[in-house]
């Protein structure tokens, strides 16, 4: 903080605060909705993954840093997790939930991040409006509520590509960044912190900052190797130009590129190494595709934050500023992004959110200059409003979800209730055979496996999904022995004909309570 003056600081401090107490208010709402049942700490983007993520951070406060996936009943490697520490940390030694851990993770990054992004307006904009600079970064979307009036609703499903990312991609915007994950809030403050680290080495050959280029390479790529070639195609590009330029920057640039390379070298080698000697690791890799919207959906995405970009852009076209430089670079290839040839095309809008904020001020902030206080107080207000349009209905989607206490977000008492009976029944780690809705929370609870629980993160996971279906769909008894031979505890809910079908078959029920049966398999019996 000693680059910053006491009024940036103070900044700083209200801003983290408001963006604290705005990114809480969901999750602490549907704490309180719950009342007697349980609150999962997740909201509608992407509620499965959050299940996941508290798996493994169980599993490191146990002890165990390289986490398994028991998101699928068959062994798999354990993999190096080291975004979960904090939090595993904090339910190990505070004792809280790993929900409450995940989030408290989450918000402590907030100020940090907030930092940065003031210390990223200094390099680039001017001084003037900071506070509405700052805002304007942190709660800008894009226009995506307006696709119902373009698209039919039945296309609006979560998941589908039609779907404007700027509603549920919890990496297209700054904002639902700051809502979701911490390890999406980390990556992308390790992101930023490298692009900062680049143009302060850049501009003054200041090797601290070649320092901590180097450790937030290293970091991001133990996260999210993928991010690579977001790093490389923007540094390249920006070297580039200035090489083209014939600026002696240049060769800064290179040396930082250099360095860049050689931090990524043990994230990448680690999960090149995973991909090339785990098959599971493998199978999961080409499960998890997540391709961009199409171009149009893209652009509503972004709606008014890539039109003013785009002016921005023409405006300065003849600049030789190597910071407007790098911005512009970063907007045009980080778009580009979106629609390379990889599996992970949407992961890779991660960032892009920012250049195009920062080009949009470079033409807002000289149309406020222009005019009187009070005018330019009002105007200020409206641009805030508009451009976070998408985000306010993304925040209202999850009161109304929270409200009504939809399934995931809030499981039944009674559901807990037997999945905490689970652990203590068990003297080590079981596969447990459960409905498809249930299946996917139950491991962070009990810290067993489930014979699916997440489409990517459970493996054949479509052929697995069909036979779960069928199976608590039709109880035939040519599947009951697939059944058995498949998990060591079959989770019965609501289905006395299942029940009795079970009963009949000799199968021991360990558990039964408010509609909820457990039975225990001949696997489990053999195993003991």
Request: proline residues 5%; glycine residues 6%; hydrophobic residues 55%.
């Amino acid at each position: 903080m000693s680059s910053f003056t006491h009024r940036e600081r103070i900044l700083i401090f209200w801003v983290s605060l408001g963006a604290i107490i705005l990114t809480a208010a969901p999750y602490l709402a549907g704490w309180f909705w719950a009342g007697e049942d349980t609150y999962t700490w997740t909201h509608s983007l992407t509620v499965g993954d959050f299940f996941v993520y508290y798996s493994y951070i169980n599993q490191i406060a146990r002890g165990d840093f390289f986490p398994a996936d028991l998101l699928t009943a068959e062994t798999t490697r354990g993999i190096l997790q080291i975004v979960w520490i904090v939090p595993a940390a904090l339910v190990r030694v505070v004792g809280v939930s790993a929900g409450v851990a995940f989030h408290l993770y989450r918000l402590a990054l907030i100020p940090i991040f907030v930092a940065l992004v003031v210390h990223l307006c200094k390099r680039v904009l001017p001084e003037t409006h900071r506070l509405f600079q700052v805002l304007f970064i942190l709660t800008s979307s894009g226009i995506g509520f307006f696709a119902p009036l373009f698209i039919r609703p039945e296309e609006l499903e979560p998941g589908k590509f039609s779907w404007p990312m700027d509603l549920w991609v919890p990496e297209s915007n700054t904002f639902l960044t700051l809502l979701h994950s911490p390890h999406i809030l980390l990556s992308l403050l390790l992101l930023v912190a490298i692009f900062v680290c680049l143009l302060e080495y850049v501009s003054n050959a200041k090797r601290r900052a070649l320092v901590i280029l180097a450790v937030s390479v290293g970091v991001l790529m133990l996260i999210h190797p993928f991010y690579l070639v977001t790093l490389g195609a923007i540094s390249g590009g920006y070297a580039l130009l200035l090489t083209m330029r014939r600026e002696t920057a240049a060769l800064r640039a290179w040396r930082a590129i250099a360095v860049i390379a050689l931090a990524a070298i043990p994230g990448v080698s680690y999960y090149g190494w995973l991909l090339a000697n785990d098959a599971a690791f493998l199978l999961k890799a080409r499960q998890n595709i997540l391709l961009t919207t199409s171009l149009p959906m893209t652009l509503m995405c972004y709606g008014g934050l890539f039109v003013f970009a785009v002016v921005g852009l023409w405006r300065q076209r003849t600049s030789r500023d190597h910071v407007f430089a790098f911005v512009a670079v970063w907007a045009l290839l980080g778009f580009a992004l979106l629609y390379v040839p990889v599996s992970f095309q949407r992961r890779l809008s991660e960032g892009l959110h920012l250049p195009l904020a920062l080009l949009s001020l470079g033409v807002l902030l000289p149309l406020f200059d222009r005019m009187t206080r009070m005018s330019r107080a009002v105007l200020m207000g409206f641009v805030l409003v508009v451009f976070s349009l998408s985000n306010i209905v993304t925040m209202r989607h999850d009161f109304f979800l929270l409200h009504e206490r939809q399934y995931a977000l809030v499981i039944p008492r009674r559901e807990t209730l037997a999945a905490e009976w689970i652990e203590p029944y068990r003297a080590e780690p079981i596969v447990i055979l459960a409905p498809l809705n249930v299946a996917p929370w139950l491991p962070s609870v009990t810290g067993d496996s489930v014979v699916v629980g997440h489409e990517i993160e459970t493996l054949r996971v479509d052929e697995k999904i069909v036979w779960v279906q069928e199976w608590f769909g039709s109880h035939g008894r040519n599947e009951l022995t697939r059944a058995r031979e498949s998990a060591d505890l079959l989770w019965v809910q609501d289905d006395p004909a299942l029940e009795q079908l079970l009963v009949s078959q000799g199968m021991p029920m360990v558990y039964d309570a408010d509609g909820i049966s457990l039975f225990e398999t001949r696997r489990k019996a053999e195993n003991r």
